[in-house]
């Protein structure tokens, strides 16, 4: 069984009890679900997985003490604290009186503090910039089972993608890296014979593709260690997955070179083909840094436009 089916579960077979014999003056003012860290919130847990922090429970979300008052938040955290220890064969891990990291109650401001460093989901396009995007992914993951309150489905709406203006800024940094380091240095540090070289640019081009096509399919790239399962399952350009699998796993043998460097290309026209798909670029060529700038060209906010191409870069 899967975490988030775990998860609801428990919820439905404990949590909704509880809260509707304990807590019924509270439920206009809850939410709950299963969000934030950890493969299950993905839906990428496996066997695997169940080595650590795979255990029953679920979130229970609460706003600020200005309506849920500290002393109800407590006697909501002890209420989950008592709710049974196993469930399907699985333990509950002991969670502190205040609840636990990853389960139990959180304040919705808390929680998303802790995400994006900002409390109401308000941001400003620089303050977009600064944001890690696999805690933005982390934000808007898993599944909320039921929000009465709404706050936390308003603020997950709002961090649900990039602003364009932003989105196109990041395009534009990783499309002129792919071009650096696919199109240009690939082949550069073959003929310098540096092949350990050469296999870096090859792998901080399918850093930057990956990236890309993420950002075309407007979803955030979790973690690194889910990003080629993430990408497998996005509805356009997931085809490429498997060329840049191949691409890193695969040697820089002279018989490979040729071929790997096709592979670069390929991939750089597919890419280019979706850009034009979106409207884009105005760009007509193969040359991903013509398209990095043109793609940074239609960025409305002149701020945005002006600062260097590869200012959204983190």
């Known amino acids: 069984m899967k975490g988030l089916e775990l998860s609801e579960q428990y919820y439905e077979t404990y949590g909704k009890a509880m809260l509707r014999e ?13 969000t934030g860290s950890g493969s299950e ?13 795979f255990e029953p429970g679920f979130c229970l979300f609460l706003p600020d003490e200005d309506i849920v008052d500290r002393r109800t938040a407590f006697r909501l955290e002890r209420a989950y604290a008592k709710l049974p220890k196993e469930f399907m064969g699985l333990r509950r891990s002991l969670v502190q009186p205040v609840g636990g990291a990853r389960h139990g109650v959180l304040r919705i401001s ?50 649900s993608c990039y602003p364009e203006d932003v989105r196109r800024k990041k395009l534009a940094g990783h499309l002129l890296l792919m071009a650096q380091s696919g199109q240009y240095n690939y082949l550069r540090c073959i003929r310098h014979g540096e092949q350990a070289a050469a296999q870096l640019a090859v792998t901080e081009y399918v850093k930057s593709a990956m990236a890309v096509i993420f950002l075309l399919n407007k979803t955030y790239q979790p973690y690194y260690k889910w990003s080629f399962r993430a990408m497998r399952a996005l509805p356009k350009l997931r085809v490429n997955a498997p060329l840049m699998e191949w691409l890193i796993t695969t040697n820089n043998e002279p018989s490979m ?30 040359d991903l840094e ?25």
């Open 22 to 34: 304990q807590f019924p003056e509270l439920l206009p003012y809850l939410a709950a679900g299963l």
């Open 41 to 53: 919130c993905f839906g990428y847990d496996d066997e695997i997985s169940r080595d650590h922090d």
């Open 110 to 159: 808390d929680y998303f503090e802790e995400k994006i460093g900002n409390r109401t989901g308000e941001l400003t396009n620089m303050e977009w910039l600064s944001l890690s995007e696999s805690y933005l992914a982390e934000a808007v993951n898993g599944k909320i089972f039921f929000d009465n309150f709404g706050e936390v489905s308003r603020i997950r709406q709002k961090l």
């Open 290 to 314: 013509k398209h990095a700038y043109s793609v940074n060209d239609g960025i409305r906010d002149g701020q945005l436009r002006n600062m260097h191409v590869l200012s959204a870069i983190r």
């Open 257 to 286: 070179q040729e071929e790997k460097s096709a592979v670069i290309e390929g991939i750089a026209q597919d890419i280019a083909d979706e850009l034009h798909a979106q409207g884009l670029t105005e760009a007509v060529c193969d």
